[in-house]
């Protein structure tokens, strides 16, 4: 299995912030008929964004760390 790279990372991160915010936007149409399924969806989806982001991140400062070469 190939290890995935910061673009990977970053796609899957933006991927991720973006069901939230459809699922909010979905929420917001429907007159929170469905809060107690898409809130918590969203909120999950939002960590997973927000972890993927944290790991991009630090892939991508360990690429360009050139004290490693």
């Known amino acids: 299995m190939k290890s995935w790279t910061f ?3 970053t796609v899957a991160a ?3 912030s973006g069901l939230a915010v459809a699922l909010l936007i979905i929420n ?3 007159n929170n008929t469905l809060l107690g399924v898409l809130l918590p ?5 939002l960590v997973a964004g927000g ?3 944290v790991r991009a991140r630090l892939l ?3 690429e360009r760390d ?3 070469r």
């Open 66 to 68: 050139i004290t490693k």
């Open 7 to 9: 673009t990977t990372y």
């Open 14 to 16: 933006f991927a991720c």
């Open 41 to 45: 969806i969203a909120v999950l989806a």
């Open 28 to 30: 917001a149409a429907t």
């Open 60 to 62: 991508r400062y360990r």
């Open 51 to 53: 972890i993927l982001s």
